[in-house]
């Protein structure tokens, strides 16, 4: 890591846990192979704490925090501006300062946009199917709807999908639907998909052995994209390759939210094979 001096400027993550954290290796492997001198924090803050946190920002002329689990609505409150896009979502990630003006972004669901882009599907008219209905499911959708996409969203709670429905229909004048994820839904919907994502965490460790869509209904027309990063390779991506499906593993969202993040705080084009590479040593190190 770079010789940390009076000059060096300082980003972080807050969150509670943030030990798992992948953020802290990309972001400083990145700032070492541009030569800036930054340093990438994590900083476990409790939900009775935030506010102080947030002060904090200002008070220690910080540059800019990642946020996650369980503070990504709670901060927005205390910051001074949001991107129009997390102010929509309702989802901050990503805080920036300038001069102690601290701006929300969301980098979560663009980073799936460009993840998805860099495989070569583009949304504008597909049909998706998106299993699950919860936070990272939000701005997925919203994200893919404002990209032109058509959704089936299937989660377990019913109740939490036709509410996201009608959520991004306020903004996005496409055709949504809600439905139960069960065996027989998830055949419908498949009649007519060109994607399918999963934003739920079933198959993440330690149920890597849990899948969320039975291999038997996967065919070679579909796009699968998992976000669940651990393991890198779950039993839905398995199956779908094993199908014949084109696959989008969860790392390169979780790489692409914090590239995203990288330049709004320094400016600089992030070097992404950088970030990707500090990533998967980091998963790697985990197991
Ligand atoms: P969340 O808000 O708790 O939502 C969890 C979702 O999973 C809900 O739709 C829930 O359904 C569903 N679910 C949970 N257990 C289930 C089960 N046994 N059967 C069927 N559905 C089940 O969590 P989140 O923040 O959205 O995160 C979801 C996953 O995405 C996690 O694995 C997380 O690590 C991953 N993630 C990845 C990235 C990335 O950058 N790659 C970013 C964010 C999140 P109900 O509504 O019925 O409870």
Known sequence: MNQITGKTRICGIIGDPVEHSMSPVMHNAAFEALGLDYVYLPFRVRGEELKGAINGIRALNIVGLNVTIPHKMAVMPFLDKLDPLAERMGVVNTIASENGELTGYNTDAPGFLQALRAQGIEPDGKSIVMIGAGGAAKGISFILAGAGASLVILNRTLSRAEELASQIAQYYHRKIAAMTLNEANL??????????????????????????????????????????????????????????ARTIDGLDMLVWQGALAFEKWTGQKAPFEIMKQAALKALRNEK
């Open 187 to 244: 055949k419908r919907a498949f009649e007519e998909a060109d994607v399918l994502v999963n934003t739920t965490s079933v198959g993440m460790v330690p149920d890597v052995d849990r899948t969320p869509v039975p291999g038997k209904l996967l065919n070679s027309h579909l796009a699968v994209s998992d976000i669940v990063y651990n393991p890198l390779e779950t039993r839905l991506l398995r199956e779908a390759k094993a199908a014949g």
